[in-house]
């Protein structure tokens, strides 16, 4: 069954405490958006969230890396708790190095491209990767329109992992909402990361589980 992970970039920060509840109760993953203001040009949250989330959390928590040098802070991380943690291809200069560091620390790897990035770029890093995330929207903004592009972009991903033999799994994020989850589960997308349509819903578990199938 597709997994859904709900980005707690649309919550509510003054109740974020409700947001972690309904992820524990009715999703499968935390999708966290951590931004620098210089890989893309944003700020979102830190350590200090994600270590409060990490006290409620009942569900992994996926770290999604929108920050230059991610080699620089993937450790901490693991270290708050961390299950899934991925950095984007362009922000580093050993991408490899960095997906077989966090496995060391018993965490899933993914490696992430934004939509202009060609997905063949990600086939020589792929037997390192646990997960690779493409992205539906540029990276640094919530409630962004769908790229319709992706779909495609997934199933060329999809027959490269199969042609090496490889375990892993492909998320998407960006755009994602009822109207088009079925469509990208069709595709080959096994992670679906939604924001607004989860947290701007007024009944977040009915979307769930319709994104879900
Ligand atoms: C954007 C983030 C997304 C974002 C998705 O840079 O990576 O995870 O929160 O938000 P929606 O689902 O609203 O497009
Ligand atoms: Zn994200």
Not at 110 to 134: Q, T
Not at 183 to 193: D, P, Q, S, W
């Amino acid at each position: 069954m597709t997994k859904i992970a709900p980005s707690l970039l649309a919550a509510d920060f003054l109740h974020l405490d409700k947001a972690v509840d309904i992820v524990n109760n009715y999703a499968d993953i935390f999708h966290l958006d951590v931004m620098d203001g210089v890989f893309v040009p944003n700020i979102s949250f830190g350590f200090p969230v994600i270590e409060a989330v990490a006290k409620k959390a009942e569900k992994p928590m996926d770290v999604h890396l929108m920050i230059v040098e991610p080699e620089k802070y993937a450790e901490r991380f693991a270290k708050v708790g961390a299950s899934m943690i991925s950095f984007h291809l362009n922000a580093t200069e050993d991408p490899a190095g960095l997906l077989q560091s966090i496995r060391s620390w018993g965490v899933k790897s993914g490696l992430v491209i934004n939509p202009d990035i060609p997905v063949e770029s990600l086939f020589p890093y792929l037997k390192d990767a646990d997960y690779v995330l493409l992205m539906s929207v540029f990276a640094g903004f919530g409630g962004q329109k769908f790229i319709e592009a992706t779909y495609d972009r997934i199933r060329t991903l999809k027959a490269e992992i199969e042609r090496q033999g490889l375990n892993i799994m492909i998320e998407v994020d960006g755009g994602v909402s009822v109207s088009n989850s079925k469509a990208l589960t069709e595709a080959g997308a096994e992670i679906l990361v939604a924001g607004s349509a989860v947290f701007k819903s007024s009944d977040p578990a009915a979307v769930i589980a319709e994104m879900r199938g």
